[in-house]
Structure formats: C-alpha cells, structure tokens
C-alpha cells in the first residue's frame, strides 16, 4: 500500500495484477515478471493509462528453480513494479528508490545496511558509469557500488527476443557473517538479499541475437513484497516472515 501510495504521490497510475496465466503470450505459461504483461507497452504500444504506471503483480517464475528454498527464492511471489514507458529514466528512477527506501517517511531503512551493484559492460552492451554516478550523487560511497557482469546486471528478454537491458540492484544486508573474501552483493550465500531491480530496458533482442537500441527508454523496476517483508520484519529469510511463519506454525500445531 505505501508503495502504490509513494508512486502514485510521484505521478504514477496504479494498474490492475494481471492474470498468472498470459492472455495474449502463447509462448508462456505464467507470468514470471512484472514486465511480463507489459511487453507490448515496453515495445512502444500505448497504454491506456499513460506512461508512468505502478502495480503490484504475481509472478510464477521456474528459470531458477535451483534456487528455490534457499533464504529468499521462491517459485510463487508478489512484485511491486513502478513502470516508465518512454518516459523518466535512470535519474528519477534510482532517487525514488532511494527515497521509497531510506526517507523516514516511508520504509526508513538504515543507508548503512544498503549496497548497490551496476553492469560492468561488455563487447555488446557498454557499461553503466551513469547509474554508479547517480548512486554516488545521493551520497553512496563508492565502495557501495559494485560493477557486476551480465549474468549478474542484465535483465531480459523473457524468452528469446524482446524488450531488456542493464539493471541496477539494491541489496539489504542481513547481517550474517559473510561466506568468505570474495563475498559481495549478488554472492548466493543468503548474506546479501537482492530487495529491488531496476532495469533500464533500452534495448530489444531481436531473434538474430542482436541487441538494437528500442525507439523508447524504459524502466522495469522489480521489488520482491516477500523479501521486503523481511527486511522490516527483521529476519534474514522469506520464511520467517508473516507471510509464511503462521503457516508453518499451522503444520507444526497440526502435526
Ligand atoms: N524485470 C525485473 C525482474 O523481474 C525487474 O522488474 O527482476
């Protein structure tokens, strides 16, 4: 709720959860992101509630199913997404997170505990020195802001063609003590918890594996509701939230 509340606050119209099953993606069996519904308006089709949209979106995603049951990955969660088609970019979107974030006001998370990760670039893609600035500008040390490849800063298409592009990360940390001297954000050890992914979705892949400028840029951003309610309920899992404890309870009473 605070999220839709911040959002439409900052000019953005709520759009209805989509259903899991795609209505017009036979290529698809569920929706696996909050972009999903959305491809077409990514790819230039107007929406008919304009250019800057925020919703909250089930999602049922099996590409990393290795990684379910771990502290934070499940198979079934909710998505908080704030959309721009062809509208703001990368400037507004990182200062409203970091806003949403860290401003009494709203989630009021401790700065200290955040850190951020940004495309390190390659031979197809070139690298994200403006994100890591704007993320300097808001008074992040630049020890906080780590260059990851594209396995780790990259995101899309859904599939094999279509919209994707560099993302920016915001990871909480857990406290726990980390795994070993290389450990960082996007390390898997459950140290670092990804909380909010924002994509900047300025290319589409087309079928030959080129990666072509798309005639809008957009932002996808993606903010986990389970993983969230970790972090401002204390826990460093998904599990021992509110969402799933009085289930689990439930089991344990039962049995
Ligand atoms: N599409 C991105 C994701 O699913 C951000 O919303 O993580």
Known sequence: KMYLEFFQKNGH?????????????????FISAGMHPLVPYLLGQRHPSGRKLVN???????????????????????????????????????TWSYEFLTSKEWLNLDVEKLSFTVFAGDETTPRDTESARIWEGLG????????????????????????????T????DTGKEPCGDECKPG?????????????????????????????????????????????????DNVYETEIYAPLFNHIIEQS
């Open 13 to 29: 119209k709520v759009i209805a959860n989509a259903s899991l099953v795609p209505e017009n993606d036979p290529t698809a069996l």
């Open 56 to 94: 909250v979106q089930k999602c049922l995603r099996t590409s990393d199913v290795d990684e379910v049951g771990d502290s934070n990955h499940l198979s079934f969660f909710e998505m908080l997404g704030n959309w721009s088609l062809g509208d703001y970019f990368k400037e507004e979107s990182i």
């Open 140 to 167: 992040i040390p630049k020890d906080k802001i780590f260059y990851l490849p594209r396995e780790d800063n990259w995101w899309g298409p859904i599939g094999n063609t279509g919209p994707c592009g560099p993302d």
């Open 169 to 172: 990360e915001i990871f909480y």
């Open 187 to 235: 390390c898997s050890c459950g140290k670092f918890n990804e909380i909010w992914n924002n994509v900047f979705m300025e290319y589409n892949k087309t079928p030959s594996g080129e990666y072509e400028l798309l005639e809008q840029k957009n932002v996808d951003t993606g903010m986990g509701v389970e993983r969230t309610v970790a972090v401002l309920q204390g826990k």
